[in-house]
T-cell receptor
Framework: SYVLTQPPSVSVAPGKTARITCGGN??????VIWYQQKAGQAPVLLIY???DRPSGIPERFSGSNSGNTATLTITRVEAGDEADYYC???????????FGGGTKLTVL | QLQLQESGPGLVRPSETLSLTCTVS??????????WGWIRQPPGKGLEWIGS???????YYNPSLTGGVTISADTSKNQFSLKLNSVTAADTAVYFC????????????????WGQGTTVIVTS
C-alpha cells in the first residue's frame, strides 16, 4: 500500500514561513490533500488538488507537489496556526485513502 | 449547509461489536456527489481512514484493518453506520464521520465536511 511520510514536528517563529513536507513514491503524480487539526477538534480541509483552497482558507496556506515530495507552506505564521497537519492521497491501486502520520506545528 | 453528527455508545466491551451512526443534515445520503466515510484517531495518534460508502452501496475499506468492518447506509433516515466486530483496546479512539466529494468518479476534493467526533473506549 502507498505510504506517506511526514516529519513529526516543525517549529517556526511568528511571522515566519513554515514548510511541512509529505513524502511518497512519485507523489507528484497524485492529488495531495492537506488538513489542519487543532487540539480537541475535527480536522479541517486546507488544500485539495495539490494547490486549491476551499473558501474561507486564508491565502497564507498554499500547497505544491513535485517528484517525491508535496509541501504545505504557511506564510506569516500566527499563533493560531499551531496544530497538527496531515497530508492525504487516494491510493488508486489499493482503492483506499492514505493519511500521512501528521506533523505538529509549534509556533515559538 | 451540510452537517454530520456521530452517535453511539461511548464504552464497548472487548470482543463485542462497536456500532456508530452518522446523521446527515443539510444534504442527502442519496446524493451522487458524495461518498460517506469513517475515520478514527486513537489517543495521541494520527488519523486512520476506516472505510467509505456511496449511495449505490459501493464500499471501500481500509485493507489494513484486520477486524470485521461494515459500513452501511439507511437512506430513509439519512444516516450511515459503522460496525466494527470483535473490538480490542486498540480500537479505542475518537471516531469521525466525513464526506468525500467526488467528481467524474474521482476523489479530487478530499474530506470537506466532518462531524465533531465521538469517543469510544474499549474496556471491560
Amino acid at each position: 500500500s502507498y505510504v506517506l511520510t511526514q516529519p513529526p514536528s516543525v517549529s517556526v517563529a511568528p511571522g515566519k514561513t513554515a514548510r511541512i513536507t509529505c513524502g511518497g513514491n512519485n507523489i507528484g503524480a497524485e492529488n495531495v490533500i492537506w488538513y489542519q487539526q487543532k487540539a480537541g477538534q475535527a480536522p479541517v480541509l486546507l488544500i485539495y488538488l495539490n494547490i486549491d483552497r476551499p473558501s474561507g482558507i486564508p491565502e497564507r496556506f498554499s500547497g505544491s507537489n513535485s517528484g517525491n515530495t508535496a509541501t504545505l507552506t504557511i506564510t506569516r505564521v500566527e499563533a493560531g496556526d499551531e496544530a497538527d497537519y496531515y497530508c492525504q492521497v487516494w491510493d488508486y491501486s489499493g482503492l483506499s485513502w492514505v493519511f500521512g502520520g501528521g506533523t505538529k506545528l509549534t509556533v515559538l | 449547509q451540510l452537517q454530520l453528527q456521530e452517535s453511539g455508545p461511548g464504552l464497548v466491551r472487548p470482543s463485542e461489536t462497536l456500532s456508530l451512526t452518522c446523521t446527515v443534515s443539510g444534504g442527502s445520503t442519496t446524493s451522487g456527489s458524495y461518498y460517506w466515510g469513517w475515520i478514527r484517531q486513537p489517543p495521541g495518534k494520527g488519523l486512520e481512514w476506516i472505510g467509505s460508502i456511496y449511495k449505490n452501496g459501493t464500499t471501500y475499506y481500509n485493507p489494513s484493518l484486520t477486524g470485521g468492518v461494515t459500513i452501511s447506509a439507511d437512506t430513509s433516515k439519512n444516516q450511515f453506520s459503522l460496525k466494527l466486530n470483535s473490538v480490542t483496546a486498540a480500537d479505542t479512539a475518537v471516531y469521525f464521520c466525513a464526506t468525500q466529494r467526488i467528481f467524474a468518479g474521482h476523489f479530487y476534493y478530499g474530506m470537506d465536511v466532518w462531524g465533531q467526533g465521538t469517543t469510544v473506549i474499549v474496556t471491560s
